[in-house]
């Protein structure tokens, strides 16, 4: 299965993906491409090392920087969503993955790569879910609602914001003296776990 990975960040995620495919004999899939919404992605760094071809497809990246200021957020969205199906087309990708990208998709990449779209995201979906719900602000609401376990979900992307059908989650307790960043450091490993899981169980699942 030919994957188009899709980051917004430090790419560790990304790094769990490539380091699976390199050392996995048998691995079911294979990174065609690595896609960012901002050039400032380090995750970009670690593609090119691992010599997989990258584009950056953000706003000012595809309208240039005056159109851009003067798009919508929706605009924005869907111009990244077409430039990121266009290369994940180019690049021939069967399926794309999100890993820690931050854009939410629109248009016809949610149509044309319907239930071949996985994302990660840190926490127990259904819970802590949906618009704004992203990194650290995840972390952060969860223990405000004083939960007693976090940790993190590999789903399906749908038209909808963390609402697809999930695939995998990783279970950590949340502690008594617990901060956004302690509790991130102890489901970030299950993250890179999930992530490589995710992936592999959507090849099989498209194999059949």
Known sequence: MNIAVLVSGGGT???ALIDYEKNTADCPYHIVTVIADTKKAYALERASLAGIPTQVVSPVAVLGSEKAAA???DEKRRAVSDAALAVSRTHGADAIVLAGWLTVLAGDIITEYSGRIVNLHPALLPKFGGVGMWGHHVH????????TESGCTVHLVDAGCDTGRILVQKRVPVLPDDTPDSLYARIAPHEHEAMVEGVCLLAGMLKA
Do not use: P, R, W, Y
């Not at 952060?140 to 939960?147: D, R």
């Open 140 to 147: 952060e609401a969860v223990l405000a609602a004083h939960e």
């Open 71 to 73: 798009s919508t957020k």
């Open 13 to 15: 995620n990304l790094q």
